[in-house]
């Protein structure tokens, strides 16, 4: 119906363009990218620090140029003038090629590292080698090519972040916690492992040496946290590396339910998290194009959950392996582990069904109803057959086709390759086991609800299009509903967007949370209670 | 079962529709001549701003209608006939109806300016005037300037749409102060100065002459009553609307302004209803107009009317005034009645406090005698709709306000609150000494109380 031309100008027609300056910061920006493409094509750049510093000030500059020019000279509001008229926030040329370039580089990253310049049993070559000097800076050795991968990751958190507390200035609630998502990047993801790293080998450590541990990225997100290597690096290190063992055991069961009731999954996947915190950030200008169709919610919540149950099975199998059977040597046998397992999965499940029953719908209680018979199931085969596999593959089978499926394709090539057409958050709604976990409980067990202001909704669809996570919005606030949902990650751009002041994140009694009160205030009361009789 | 036809998809009709599908099984048709779907009129902005795609301004997926078996018929109702019970559409098509509910909302003023019909001359309201825009006004170079006739609402919303294109924009305005018709002095005051560093020239206590015309037949320029020529490409012509009720002259049903209707939304013709903005009522409601062209009424209307027509005839009697509206980048709430110059009565007097950097300020009106709350103007502050609605139910003081304004501010959390300083300069305008209560979950979620 649009008039204006559609072409495939990166700097797009009028009615929005670039503006000169921005032009050149774009360039600015691509200059530090080729630079790290030259080296992954092995040009030969004689002083590595230098290129490296160059190359990363290039692009960290050209970004903020580019948000300087496009918002200071704006006052602070909502800036989302335009976005479906740019190409590259619009699923139009531009976004592709951005898709295309991303999902190579996250197919060449986890399957072929040796073209970004990895030398097996030899000194690196390529990109990797220009990040040498920092690796070797940081944690005394050469870097690999998750070392580049990481510093990449925590610069397009921090200049990409720096942008959106310029787009979001006058939102306070968005710039702190912009400022937390990059300083858990920057200190727990980067710096702190790196620097741990140090102390492998150390008196501290009994000569032990720690797994490369991101103390913020708990079980089931790293699903590899529990696996032999590791627990053998942990229990190797002395009370350092055991406290850091229970730390990973309590930040599952303890402190993040704690959080989780006080806040919602908030405190996590919008304030800590790193994946969050890319889509965040760097993802920010994609947020618009999640799929809110009901049918994509569907889908959303029988691949999230049939994750959960994958990295619980793929789990359980891999600790069930090291195990051993006897118990005088050590208390925690294959069988008891199992029969824990068991129940502890039975109380959740019965403690859904007895309480919070109705707050699930009809398919949710048959899907988990389902799959709590198939674990069920599987472990008694385990327990009735003897010796032999769980769960019917090799642990090693599940764990592979689960670190390869899930861990690279789902939340690496699938989760942030496709960030232009996709939008940011694929991964986070549709992969995350962690965030159904989180999720589960934020919507039985959580103080956290979005309240809707009365009746001051005017249904212009701003929130839905913005939520990142897919949420219609809209559809419970144009009723005067609260919104509960497990996935709302509390990003609070909807409630930034609202141009009525329609909607709140607030932590409050868990009493009315869910129903809220479904009256469209300015009504007149007697007819509100017969339109809530149902 | 019934054949209930509306007329009109608008937010009333729709409403309508859906409370009395959850009511009865019915029959129910809609007939719009506009879009064949529901829409959300009220975001026709963001969708020429490049926020949002049309089809996102659409609050329903394709499939809700059908499943609910809401059956929609894409045509212009030319015709009723309310002995036979009987419409035509687009002169032909003839629909039954066992009940009829009119929800056809306005159409732009016009005032028989000179050239008000030329080509590049037009108003915003419907689908189609945006997509008119798209054609006037794609971009700066085809559009040049764009003068904005009428200090509303929809002209201030016209305004921040050209400006997302970086089109110049001047904006002729007849009050002596932008909106000082509706808002007090103050706010009005504070809304000319955002309207400035926005860079639209706005002209205010300016009338509109005539629009000129090139020799294309298009519009070229304006000429005000203040003698001054304004050559432009676009002509936003935004001084109110009107209801669109045209094609019932003619028919038996009774119009005024709007389609007359009693508190019960019957018009004198049995059978026969009217809702939303083109209802105008023969008794206006306490304070409100005859005529109500806003969202949140047509919705209640709507919810009033299938409460009637599934059986349970029921009176149309809205609560406490509220509304919202957004000026460039200031969001406005308002809950109670807060009066500008025009129509304040002598007992209701202002309390009024605004940050002395940022755009942010409150008006709070009050019996000058009794010292009841009557209503509040939030400026760059939200406001808890539920806590203002209970307080007006039960008729608490200005102090009990003031004294419990954080429970009722809605701002997203960490955001910077100023109830301290408001309750502080109140206390000097009034020379009294409240101190501020602290914020209690248990009053706002209402526990217990
Ligand atoms: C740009 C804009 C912004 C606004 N912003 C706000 C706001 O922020 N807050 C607020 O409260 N209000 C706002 N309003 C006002 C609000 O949109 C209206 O009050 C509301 O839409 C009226 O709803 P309705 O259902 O009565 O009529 P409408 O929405 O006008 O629907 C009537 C429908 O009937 C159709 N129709 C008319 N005659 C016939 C016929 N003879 N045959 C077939 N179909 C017919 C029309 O084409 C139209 O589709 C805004 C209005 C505009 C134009
Ligand atoms: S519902 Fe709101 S806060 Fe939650 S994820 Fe969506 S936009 Fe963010
Ligand atoms: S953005 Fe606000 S007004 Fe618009 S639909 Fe959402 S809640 Fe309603």
Known sequence: ?534 | METIVIIGNGIAGVTAARHIRKLSNNRIIIVSAESDYFFSRTALMYVYMGHMQFKHIQPYEDWFWDQNNIELVNGYVTNVDTDQKQLLVDGARSLDYDKLIIATGSKPNKFGWKGQDLHGVQGLYSKQDLELLEVNAPNKDKCKRAVIVGGGLIGIELAEMLRSRDIPVTFLVRESSFWNGVLPEGESQMINEHILEHHIDLRLSTNLEEIIADENGRASAVKTDKGDTISCNLVGLTAGVTPNVKFLEGSKIELGKGVKVNHFLETNVKDVYAIGDCAEQHEPIGNRRPVEAVWYTGRMMGETIAQTICGNRMEYKPGHWFNSAKFLDIEYQTYGWVFGSKGRQSYESHFHWRHPKEKICVTVAFHKDTQQFLGINTFGIRMRHELFDQWLTNEKSIDFVMEHLVDANFDPELYLQYEKEILAKYNTDFSKSLKLKKKSNKRIFQLNI
């Open chain 1, 1 to 534: 119906m649009s008039t204006y031309d559609r072409s495939m100008a990166l700097t797009g027609q009028p009615p929005k363009s670039l503006s000169r300056n921005q032009k050149l910061a774009t360039l600015l920006g691509m200059f530090g990218l080729v630079v790290l493409v030259l080296a992954s094509f092995n040009f030969n750049f004689q002083n590595k620090t230098l290129w490296l510093s160059i190359a990363i000030s290039a692009i960290s500059i050209g970004v903020f140029w580019f948000s300087k020019e496009a918002y200071s000279e704006k006052f602070p509001g909502i800036k989302n003038d335009g976005v479906w008229f740019k190409s590259i926030s619009s699923r139009g040329f531009w976004a592709w090629i951005a898709g295309i370039a991303l999902t190579a580089f996250y197919i060449v990253l986890y399957f072929f590292p040796e073209y970004l310049g990895l030398v097996k049993d030899g000194g690196n070559k390529g990109v990797i080698a220009l990040f040498d000097p920092l690796s070797r800076f940081l944690s005394g050795n050469p870097a690999s090519q998750w070392f580049v991968y990481g510093t990449l990751y925590t610069v397009a958190i921090l200049v990409f972040g720096i942008k959106f507390m310029w787009k979001y200035r006058h939102n306070r609630y968005e710039r702190i916690r912009t400022i937390s998502v990059m300083f858990f990047q920057t200190a727990f993801a980067f710096i702190i492992p790196e620097l741990m790293a140090r102390l492998n080998g150390d008196k501290i450590l009994n000569g032990g040496s720690l797994p490369y541990y991101d103390l913020k990225n708990m079980w089931p997100l790293n699903y590899y946290n529990f696996e032999g290597y590791r627990i053998k690096g942990f229990l190797s290190s002395g009370d350092i590396g055991f406290a850091l063992l229970i730390f990973g055991i309590l930040s599952v069961f303890v402190i993040s339910p704690i959080l989780t009731y006080r806040y919602g999954k908030r405190w996590y996947c919008s304030w800590v998290c790193g994946c969050g915190g890319l889509a965040e950030t760097a993802g920010d200008s994609f947020r618009h194009l999640s799929d809110k169709t009901v049918k994509a919610w569907k889908i959303e919540r029988w691949v999230v959950h049939s994750v959960v149950v994958f990295v619980t099975l793929m789990t359980t199998a891999v600790i069930y392996s090291y195990l051993g059977t006897d118990t005088s040597k050590y208390w925690l046998t294959k069988s008891t582990f199992l029969i824990g397992m068991a129940v502890l999965l039975t109380s959740v499940f019965a403690w859904v069904m007895a309480f919070k029953r109705n707050e699930l719908q009809k398919d949710a209680q048959y899907g988990a109803i389902g799959y709590f018979v198939i674990i069920m199931v599987l472990l008694g085969i385990h327990f009735f057959s003897g010796e032999g596999n769980v769960f019917l593959f090799k642990s090693e089978t599940l764990r592979k086709s689960y670190s390869f499926l899930i861990g690279s394709i789902f939340s690496g090539v699938i989760g942030t390759g496709f960030y232009p057409i996709f939008g940011n958050r694929v991964w986070c709604r549709f992969g995350c086991p962690m965030a159904a976990i989180l999720g589960f409980q934020q919507r039985l067990f959580s103080k956290f609800r979005i309240t809707t202001n009365g009746g001051q909704c005017i249904s212009c669809g701003n929130c839905s299009t913005y939520c990142e996570m897919g949420i219609d919005v809209r559809a419970y606030a144009q009723k005067g509903e609260n919104i509960v949902r497990s996935s709302c990650v509390g990003c609070g751009i909807c409630s930034a967007v609202c141009p009525r002041g329609v909607l709140k994140l607030e932590n409050g009694p868990l009493k009315n949370r869910i129903e809220g009160n479904q009256i469209l205030l300015g009504n007149d009361v007697d007819l509100m209670t017969l339109v809530n009789q149902k």
